[in-house]
């Protein structure tokens, strides 16, 4: 295949060059506190597998 035949690519980049977990722990504790839901204790530990 040539350059020309594709019309887009992806980049997953997050977990290789990057690690946006710092960042997404707190817009995830920003977004349930707006809500009024409390962030439990082991909220951290069970995301960080996803």
Known sequence: MRIQDFE????????TLLDSMGVWHQI??????KRGI???DDYQKAITPL
Do not use: K, Q
């Open 8 to 15: 887009g690519a992806i980049f997953d980049l997050d977990g």
């Open 28 to 33: 995830d504790v920003d977004f349930l506190a």
């Open 38 to 40: 409390a962030v439990p």
